[in-house]
């Protein structure tokens, strides 16, 4: 079986995980020896939009329908703030080189809109030889397994709004969020679904309905009406705020948890943070239809700070190449990249975000003499 | 001299906490006997809009006007998704009673609003003798020492945006926040002076411009130009999401941190769980013209699960009350206040939430003794 899959490395250590996360991959397709993977790249990133003005070619979404998935590094040139936080969060003051918004609007999302990748799924789990930041009374290292499901085609995200500059000088600003009963829906069946192959079969809904009262009432509404179909799901909902103390104090009581673009945008960094490392985070851009190729990517971003001295924690990429693997319906092939990654997380070597100081070719190598191993 | 407070206690602890803040408090004017307190109490809370059908009544707002400032508890009816997280995260499904969109709509932000309260103020730190969620090595006692600036009157609580269900069923809700230069402005200096104030002189200001175009890149833009007035203030910039990482691996990192009203809600419930248990944050909302009273609350909320019994934590009343003290000019007051405060927690008695075992009028008549010690 053939599975074609196009990557998009994009800037800072986006290469660097992708082209580790490839070798993975390649090394699993040659061992089992029953599925290839063939890949096509896409110099599609902030340093060359730089010399073309633009990310995507004008063809460019089409040119990607014809893939089974897509491998996704980071996108964000050094200005980026969010960069910073693969390894460490540093408070270094940056020039602005391409501004963060024109990066991400130009790249990221119109790939997520243009393929319907309406559902983003970000698993958070203490893999084995790592730990998490809480202390072990806290959050013990079974204690903390879940799996956020953020809207990723609507709300927060919409774009729309505008600046005014008045005539008095005083600028006015709306950022508009858009919420469809379409949209909700969807998103909520997945996310009941999701909870639903868990063995504990609980869903967190999360809004903040208490101070805006359009989109999160219907949010509200909705969710009232969908859990009717799920009996067997436990539910419950939480406020945005209230929900970064739980996850903190009380990482045992939360299982599925399923909330919009930006509060689960932001969850789920607290996530990875509280999971011990950023570097470690997968996402999956998924478009459940199957109409397009989904698109599978480490949360962590490009990484200015340690990008080129090949130091970059490729986990998070071999995660999300786990979920790519698995999406594509080698179930099995799946599980056992990860029981690899999680051999190699606990007997090392490890990169320096978990405490050890391996580069990323040392990691990378070592998970693939796991994959020969099994 | 006379300090008018009018004080509304709310729902739920709400009631509880604020009575001991006012037994503190009324303690504190004794001993010193410089200054006195007058207090006038309101019932305005959602067991009486129940009733009522208002929570305000219609010349509310005016009559708050001659007060010197205003003791808050809490607000939200027992189906609050928010209360249940003074001293544990709960995860109990709830009937809805007063929706709690109603209940905060119809007290806490028009309170907010209608006095020009722009800024809001969360102050956090490991108090002695509490200790965070996070490792020692993560976070030492002296490693978290925020100070929270909120914007408070616009931005995503707008209000503004609407549900319309169209023929064909599809409902499509817009959440419109807005954001003024002069909300903005004002909000950043008031941020910077704040860090200019303390030690360190770091402000982190955080937005979400690499996904929000227009309101969060007029904060961007702003505070690139306010900046240039505050040349001895180091300064750096998060994304909303990265800094939640941030905060919870990095806590060192931080010192004054400037965010919308919904970024720093969140943000700030984060901080509080980070440093031991939301029972002791306290909030300002602050009217920094003076022109009407500046409001004062923990900011737990009003904890329908423990409600009735006597056993919260009074302690983010009391700091809450320190602040207020503060506020009226009485600096060495509120440094007195914060150190019987400490000395409580340090030593006990403490209440579940801390570990201990207290109920709130232990814990109160042990700050009163403190006090009367000094
Ligand atoms: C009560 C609610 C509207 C409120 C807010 O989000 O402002 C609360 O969470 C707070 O932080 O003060
Ligand atoms: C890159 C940025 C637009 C993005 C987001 O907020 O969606 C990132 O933070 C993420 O979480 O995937």
Sequence with gaps: K?????????????????????QVLQKLAEVDG????????????????????????PDGIDQ????????????????????????????????PDVPDHISLWGLMLPLRNSLTQYVNVRPTRILRGTSSPLRAEVCGPKDLDWVIIRENSEGEYSGHGGTTHAASGNAVATEVSIFTQVGIERIMRFAFDTAMLRPRKKLTMVTKSNAQRHGMVLWDQIFHEVKKEYPDVETDKML???????????PQTLDTIVATNLHADILSDLAAALSGSIGIAPSSNLDPTRKHPSMFEPIHGSAPDIAGQGIANPVGAFWSAAEMVRWLGLEEVADKLMECIENVTEAGPRTRDLGGSANTKEV???VCNEIEKQ
Tied chains: 1, 2.
Aim: hydrophobic letters at 40%; charged letters at 25%; zero cysteines.
């Design 64 to 95: 990607l329908k014809k893939f089974n998935a897509i491998l996704f590094g980071a996108v964000g040139s050094p200005d980026s703030n969010k960069g910073q936080t693969q390894a460490k969060a540093t408070d270094t003051k940056r020039l």
């Design 240 to 250: 945005v705020d209230a929900m970064t103390v739980r996850m903190t104090l009380k």
């Design 2 to 22: 053939l599975f074609r899959i196009a990557s998009i490395p994009g800037d800072g250590i986006g290469t660097e995980v992708t082209e580790a996360a490839i």
């Design 364 to 366: 990378t190598e070592a």
């Design 34 to 57: 029953t599925f290839h993977f063939e890949f096509e790249h896409f110099d599609w990133s902030s340093k060359n939009f730089k010399e073309r003005g633009y990310y995507i070619p």
